[in-house]
């Protein structure tokens, strides 16, 4: 494998799938609250850097849910524009949502999934595959069991994917955090638990 590639905002899109709220229930290495607001913060630095934003949801009328409200006030234009689909596993597989990364002409994506052993694993190896550079953004994604998560990411790392967190993508697309999008980003990557004042 390469050494790993340098993601540029105007490189890149972001690529959120199926952060619905009966699936999140699914989440257990994380919490579902901590996994939701990471996805919002990549959501909201694609936003500041004007990057495209493709969304989509499996099944919303049946068990799986709504995507979750948190992401349809953060982007709500990417809300609105997600690709629905019908039940295939595998997003990429879905010639609608093929086609709405495709059409970002962006071949960086940054892409997160509600679980990563059934909704992030099988789309970031196909984009790989198809020719796109992947970073598979880890704590906005997460599995019900220790074993499905790790072998999820084995996985994904041997055939291409890059393994990164919220924050490190963050700052990697910021790059100076003196800059406007640094100064609006910032806050967010503070407003961590850890970074609370200890009383």
Do not use: Y
Request: glycine share 6%.
């Amino acid at each position: 494998m390469s050494s790993s590639p340098h993601f540029k905002p105007n490189n890149c899109a972001l690529v959120l799938i199926d952060h619905q709220i009966g699936t999140i229930q699914l989440i257990r290495n994380i919490t579902s609250d901590q996994s939701i607001r990471n996805a919002v913060v990549l959501g909201k630095a694609a936003l500041a850097f004007n990057m495209p934003i493709v969304m989509t949801s499996s099944m919303e009328d049946h068990i799986q849910g709504p995507l979750h409200p948190s992401l349809q006030r953060a982007l709500p234009e990417a809300f609105v524009a997600r690709v629905q689909r019908t039940g295939i596993v595998n997003a990429w597989d879905d010639s609608n949502f093929r086609k709405a990364v495709e059409n970002t002409g962006r071949r960086q994506l940054i892409m997160a999934a509600v679980t990563t052993d059934i909704c992030l694993v099988f789309p970031a190896i196909s984009a790989v595959e198809a020719g796109f550079e992947v970073q598979a953004v880890l704590d906005a994604s997460g599995s019900s069991f220790d074993i499905g998560e790790e072998t999820s990411r084995r996985r994904m790392e041997r055939a291409g994917v890059w393994l990164t967190s919220t924050n490190t993508m963050v700052a990697e697309l910021v790059h100076n955090w003196a800059t406007p999008q640094g100064m609006k980003l910032v806050p967010l990557i503070a407003a961590n638990p850890p970074m609370l004042p200890v009383d």
